[in-house]
C-alpha cells in the first residue's frame, strides 16, 4: 500500500514540511517509498539545512548519520554526520528516538512527530520532525530522511 496524502498526520501544518511530505509521496511514483537514488540534492535545496539522512546497516540500532544539515548543527553546536548510536548517551533521548524511528523503519510509513526533550548534550530542543523511508530494494527501510525545525 503507498501512503497517500498526509491524513494519517492531522498534527502536520507545517508547510515546509507538507511540501517535503507532497515531494517524497511524489518521488515514490506509485511505490511504498522511494529510494534515496529517487531524491535529487537541487530539488531539496529550500530544506537542506533541516534535513538529517540515517542510513541503517543490520537493525535499528546500526545506523550512521549521513548528512546533517547546518541549521542542526548549529542549534546543537556539534557536527554528528558519520556517526551513529554512539553518540545518544542520554537514556530519555534514545528511548525518544527509537519511539520515533522504529515505527518508520519497521512499516515503511512517513511520521510526524512534535517533542520537547533534553539531548545527550545537555541541551533543550522543541521540535517538529516528519521522518520519510526510503528503501533501495523497495520493500525494506534502508534509510530515513529525517525535516527537523526547531519550534
Not at 36 to 60: H, P, T
Not at 64 to 83: A, F, K, M, V
Not at 86 to 96: D, N, P
Request: hydrophobic residues 40%.
Amino acid at each position: 500500500m503507498v501512503a497517500g496524502p498526509v491524513a494519517n498526520m492531522p498534527n502536520l501544518r507545517d508547510q515546509r514540511l507538507l511540501r517535503l511530505y507532497d515531494y517524497w509521496h511524489e518521488k515514490a511514483e506509485g511505490r511504498r517509498m522511494p529510494a534515496y537514488r529517487d531524491i535529487d540534492a537541487l530539488d531539496m535545496k529550500s530544506w537542506l539545512g533541516n534535513l538529517v539522512l540515517v542510513e541503517f546497516k543490520e537493525s535499528l540500532f546500526d545506523y550512521r548519520i549521513r548528512l546533517e544539515g547546518t541549521h542542526i548543527e548549529d542549534y546543537y553546536g556539534d557536527r554528528r554526520t558519520g556517526h551513529g548510536f554512539e553518540l545518544v548517551t542520554s537514556a530519555g533521548e534514545r528511548e525518544l528516538l527509537m519511539r520515533q524511528y522504529r515505527p518508520v523503519y519497521e512499516d515503511g510509513r512517513p511520521a510526524y512527530y512534535e517533542a520537547a526533550f533534553e539531548n545527550s548534550y545537555g541541551i533543550f530542543s522543541h521540535q517538529a520532525k516528519l521522518l520519510l523511508p526510503l528503501s533501495q530494494d523497495g520493500q525494506n527501510v534502508n534509510m530515513i530522511l529525517a525535516a527537523i525545525y526547531f519550534l
